[in-house]
């Protein structure tokens, strides 16, 4: 494939693919069963990432499953989220470069909601790093966190290097992360991964003092671990699929260090902009969320993150209905992370603690920090 | 035409090329998104020591590189806008620098002791044989 028989596209995915192994010691590449391609939005592309995305689509088809990450805006219903006209043409672009590739052009952070669900032990080449510590952590799949070229690369072979969390020896909890502290929603999951994250600085966490957690949860955790500088990776005991060896170093997270985080991620009363959603939200989620607007209507701008898929169904059982009815605006395909907001407006309201992280570096945000409840009620 | 007393170093191939011209060193790490205008090769990060400085047309000579992964496709925007560095010379590599020395097609060479490189310095880079020559 190197030599360029099977054309340009393989030709240079197996040159980035073989330039990773040997950076990284990898003794051979392995196969995928699928892949999550990373670096969609036109917002962080820019025209070059466009004409790499044409050249590699010239000849380049798909090898396994791959889907992909949000672009920067809702394909279908762009004008309602006041996007630009001229970007919107450059994002169609992209997504057009992408299904002459052959993927799927559902643009999520959550795959794992939409049929690109892996198995314990498979194998994968993700990019979008709370997916990836999902499908790390929760799922028990094995991925590196990869970057949009390295995801196009492994989608256009199958394959990619075997070294970091593919091997069961990186993938060992290196502390114990003991929480007493109640952790019980979405949000407040999101703040312990600000702390874990905080004091991991990559290591992986084992963390223990957690009774249950929702798939919702444990969404929030992945996005927010990751974020905050943790390993693309954590396990819970009693939770978690994964085995771990049981580390010695035990740090303990109090109710104070969840309190004192979450008081640093607000830091305005103003809102302008609420979004839910980061990552994308569940079924459950909109569900939830639709009984919180029913009959109400809201006065400031609210935006509700969901992949395609998810809000097909949510149509069809009506929450869709309730959430417009209200004035909020499900948003398809995109997020606050990766549409091109800056300027737009001067602060947000969420529950997810990865988008204060990107809504005050990439946007410039003031930022509120509150359960779904509070952000709605805030909304109306 | 030959010049004695130069440096030779034997390093590892990222991306191959051959190319000859100019060292610009820095001994601090560089994080290609957001800190290099895409458009005119100059690096636009407070505080670092390039900042000011373009980067087109040099042999840039930096220890690793850091930053957002999306680092690739700035250096991809860097190379269409005639705007990269004619080579690039790391201690290590890291994957944004060499995906993005890959996908621009860029020479690219590690495992080099950049420390022993000057701004300034004529070097000859033969990134096939992961070789960079310092003439002296």
New interface residues.
């Given amino acids: 494939m190197l030599e360029g028989k099977h054309g340009n596209a393989v030709k240079?995915s197996m040159?980035?693919l073989a330039?990773?192994g040997?950076?990284f010691g990898a003794e051979k590449l392995i196969p995928v069963k699928s892949v999550q391609i990373?670096?969609v939005s036109y917002d962080?592309?820019?025209?070059?990432?466009l004409?790499?995305l044409g050249i590699m689509a010239e000849d380049g088809k798909i090898k396994v499953k791959t889907t992909l990450n949000p672009a920067g805006m809702d394909m279908e219903n762009w004008k309602a989220l006041g996007i630009d006209p001229e970007f919107a043409r450059k994002q169609k672009l992209v997504i057009e470069a992408f299904e002459r590739m052959e993927v799927e052009t559902t643009c999520t952070c959550t795959p794992y909601f939409i049929g690109n669900k892996p198995e314990f032990g498979d194998h994968i080449a993700w990019?979008e790093s709370s997916a990836v510590t999902y499908a790390n952590s929760v799922l028990g799949a094995k991925t590196n966190r990869e970057?949009?070229?390295?995801t196009i690369a492994s989608a256009l072979t199958g394959l990619t290097p075997e070294y970091g969390f593919h091997l069961d020896k990186n993938r060992q909890a290196h502390f114990i992360a003991d929480v007493k502290a109640r952790i019980d929603n979405p949000m407040l999951f999101g703040a312990l991964g600000n702390v874990v994250g905080k004091i991991a600085k990559g290591r992986i966490p084992l963390i223990t003092g957690i009774e249950k957690a929702t798939t919702e949860d444990l969404k929030a955790l992945s996005a927010s671990i990751v974020t905050y500088g943790g390993a693309p990776i954590f396990h819970i005991e009693g939770i978690t699929p994964n085995k771990t060896e049981t580390p010695e170093e035990k740090v303990t997270v109090t109710q104070e260090d969840i309190e004192n985080a979450v008081k640093e991620m607000n830091d305005t009363d103003d809102v302008e902009f609420i979004f839910l959603g980061c990552p994308h939200c569940s079924l459950e989620e909109l569900k939830k969320i639709s009984e919180l607007l029913d009959g109400k209507s809201v006065k400031k701008e609210l935006w509700i993150g969901v992949a395609r898929p998810i809000k097909k169904i949510a149509d069809e059982k009506g929450y869709s209905k309730v959430i417009e009815d209200s004035g909020a605006k499900l948003a398809c395909d995109t997020c606050h992370v990766v549409a091109p907001l800056k300027g737009r407006f001067h602060s947000i309201a969420t529950d997810s603690a990865k988008g204060i992280f990107y809504g005050r570096g990439k946007n410039n945000f003031k930022t509120i920090f509150r359960t779904r409840e509070e952000c709605i009620k805030l909304a109306v | 035409m030959h010049k004695t007393g130069g440096v030779r170093m034997k390093g590892r191939k990222i991306f191959s090329g051959r190319v000859e011209g100019e060292a610009l060193v820095t001994n601090e790490g560089i994080s290609f998104y957001g800190s290099v205008d895409p458009d005119t090769g100059i690096v636009t990060e407070k505080g670092h020591p390039l900042e000011g400085k373009s980067i087109s047309g040099k042999i840039l000579v930096f220890p690793s590189g850091k930053g957002s992964t999306v680092g690739s496709y700035t250096m991809y925007r860097l190379k269409k806008n005639g705007k990269a560095p004619l080579a690039i010379i790391n201690k290590e590599c890291e994957t944004i620098v060499a995906v993005g020395a890959i996908i621009s097609e860029i020479p690219c060479v590690d495992q080099i002791d950049t420390d022993s490189i000057k701004t300034g310095d004529r070097l000859k880079v033969n990134a096939d044989e992961g070789v960079v020559e310092v003439e002296k």
């Fill in positions: 240079k040159e980035i330039a990773l040997n950076i990373s670096g962080n592309l820019g025209d070059a990432g004409e790499f990019g970057g949009g070229p390295s």
